[in-house]
C-alpha cells in the first residue's frame, strides 16, 4: 500500500528566503509525482507533474526534483513571495498504467512572512 | 472562463436526506473525479469516469452513486447522507488518463 508523507506539516519563513518541502513516498513504483497547492477554501492547483523517468522540473521559481530509487521529491521555491502562502501537496498515482486513484500526502502548511 | 465549476459551493442538510452535487468542466477533458476531503485534510479519491465510464469507484458506500449525463459533467448523488459525510468534495478533471488534474472549487457539505 502506498503511503506519502510530507515533513514539515507546517513551515514559516520571512519574505525572500528560499525553501525546500519534501515529500517521501513508501512504493517506488510510481507513474509520476504531481505537485499541488490549496489556497484557504479554494480547490487545488496543479503546479508541477514529474513523470518517473524525469529528475525534475521547473515552472517559473518553483522546481520539483524526483529521486524514485529513494521514494523522495522536492519541492523547491525561490525568493519567496506572501502569494506562495499555502498547503501544498504532493501526491502519486496508484496505479502504474495512468493517473487515477492518486494518493495525496497531507500537506505542508507554508506561509510566508511579510 | 474555462474551468471545472461545482454547484453549490456550500451544502446543509440532515441526517437521512438525498442530496446531489453537480460538476462541470468546459475543458474538453475525458476524465474526470471525485475527492473527499474530510476535516484534517486528508484528500482522498472516490470515483474516476473516463468518456462517461466508471473507471475507479474506491469502496466508497453505495449510498453515493455518481453520473456522468455527458464527458463534460459528473454529477454525485448522496443517499440517505449520516454525519461521517460530511466534508468538502472536490471534482476535478484531466484531458485523459496521464495528464495533470483540474480541480473544481469543493463543495463544503454539512451533515446535521
Known amino acids: 500500500k502506498q503511503e506519502v508523507t510530507q515533513i514539515p506539516a507546517a513551515l514559516s519563513v520571512p519574505e525572500g528566503e528560499n525553501l525546500v518541502l519534501n515529500c517521501s513516498f513508501t512504493?517506488?513504483?510510481?507513474?509520476?509525482l504531481q505537485w499541488f497547492r490549496q489556497d484557504p477554501g479554494k480547490g487545488l492547483t496543479s503546479l508541477l507533474l514529474?513523470?518517473?523517468?524525469?529528475r525534475e522540473q521547473t515552472s517559473g521559481r518553483l522546481n520539483a526534483s524526483l529521486d524514485k530509487s529513494s521514494g523522495r521529491s522536492t519541492l523547491y521555491i525561490a525568493a519567496s513571495q506572501p502569494g506562495d502562502s499555502a498547503t501544498y501537496l504532493c501526491?502519486?498515482?496508484?496505479?502504474?498504467?495512468?493517473?487515477?486513484?492518486?494518493?495525496f500526502g497531507t500537506g505542508t502548511r507554508l506561509t510566508i512572512i511579510p | 472562463d474555462t474551468a471545472v465549476s461545482q454547484t453549490p459551493k456550500y451544502l446543509v442538510t440532515q441526517m437521512g436526506n438525498d442530496k446531489s452535487i453537480k460538476c462541470e468542466q468546459n475543458?474538453?477533458?475525458?476524465?474526470m473525479y471525485w475527492y473527499k476531503q474530510d476535516s484534517k485534510k486528508f484528500l482522498k479519491i472516490m470515483f474516476s469516469?473516463?468518456?462517461?465510464?466508471?473507471?475507479i469507484n474506491e469502496t466508497v458506500p453505495n449510498r453515493f452513486s455518481p453520473k456522468s449525463p455527458d464527458k463534460a459533467h459528473l454529477n454525485l448523488h448522496i443517499n440517505s447522507l449520516e454525519l461521517g459525510d460530511s466534508a468538502v468534495y472536490f471534482c476535478?478533471?484531466?484531458?485523459?488518463?496521464?495528464?495533470?488534474?483540474?480541480f473544481g472549487p469543493g463543495t463544503r457539505l454539512t451533515v446535521l
Open positions: 469516469y473516463n468518456n462517461k465510464e466508471l473507471i
Open positions: 475543458l474538453g477533458h475525458d476524465t
Open positions: 476535478a478533471s484531466s484531458q485523459d488518463r496521464v495528464t495533470s488534474q483540474f
Open positions: 512504493d517506488s513504483a510510481i507513474y509520476n
Open positions: 514529474i513523470q518517473s523517468s524525469q
Open positions: 501526491a502519486v498515482p496508484k496505479s502504474n498504467f495512468g493517473n487515477e486513484k492518486l494518493t
